[in-house]
Each structure stands twice: as C-alpha cells, then as structure tokens.
Nanobody, 123 residues
Framework: QVQLVESGGGLVQAGGSLRLSCAAS????????MAWFRQAPGKEREFVAA???????YYADSVKGRFTISRDNAKNMVYLQMNTLKPEDTAVYYC?????????????????WGQGTQVTVSS
C-alpha cells in the first residue's frame, strides 16, 4: 500500500502561482511513477502531469509551459509548481501513484490516490 497526502492548495488570483506537495509513505517511493490529476465540478478527472520513477516528465497540453512536476526521492515527495494560473485551472487536485508509467493519462490505471486539495483561481 502507498499512502498519499496532498497539501498546498488555496485561493489565488489569475496569473498567480501555487505549489502543491504530495507526501508518500508505505512503500519504496523511488519504485513508483507519480502523477497529478484534477477534477472540476461536473467534469471527469483529468490528467495534469506525471513523472516516471527515473524523473521523466509528461504534461497535459493545457498546462504545458505553465506547470512543472518534480520529485524528491530522498524526501518521498512530489510537487506541482503551477504558474500563470487561469480560472479554468480551478479544481480539486489529486496525487496518484503506480508502479509502471504506461498510458499515464488514464486515471483508471493509477492504483493509489490522495484525498485531494482544492485550488481556486479567481478572475
């Protein structure tokens, strides 16, 4: 089992920045691919960014150039730096983990999830 706890969400004005954190515990963190998904009210959960256990990164087109995913294997942490935020980025953001990074944008293939953290971007 892998336990994930997100933090860092909040209310920010459009154009601002936030940094989300996800603390992992329970298994060898460096063995796992990690990702961020988000879900807005009335919408399906959507892929935001992922990082393989070796540090390769992947992004949704909607956040490319604005968001950066990173991991610190020594601290069992994964981060999402979000810059130039837009109102359409408003959602609950979830951290996810799985062993193998294939079809990374499919939420159904991720095994472990955190409880989510709310990000609200005002216009």
């Amino acid at each position: 089992q892998v336990q994930l706890v997100e933090s860092g969400g909040g209310l920010v004005q459009a154009g601002g920045s936030l940094r989300l954190s996800c603390a992992a515990s329970g298994r060898t963190f460096s063995d796992y691919a990690m990702a961020w998904f988000r879900q807005a009210p009335g919408k399906e959960r959507e892929f935001v960014a992922a990082t393989s256990n070796s540090g390769n990164t992947y992004y949704a087109d909607s956040v490319k150039g604005r968001f950066t995913i990173s991991r610190d294997n020594a601290k069992n942490m994964v981060y999402l730096q979000m810059n130039t935020l837009k109102p359409e980025d408003t959602a609950v953001y979830y951290c996810a983990a799985r062993r193998y990074l294939t079809n990374y944008s499919d939420a159904r293939l991720w095994n472990y999830w955190g409880q989510g953290t709310q990000v609200t971007v005002s216009s």
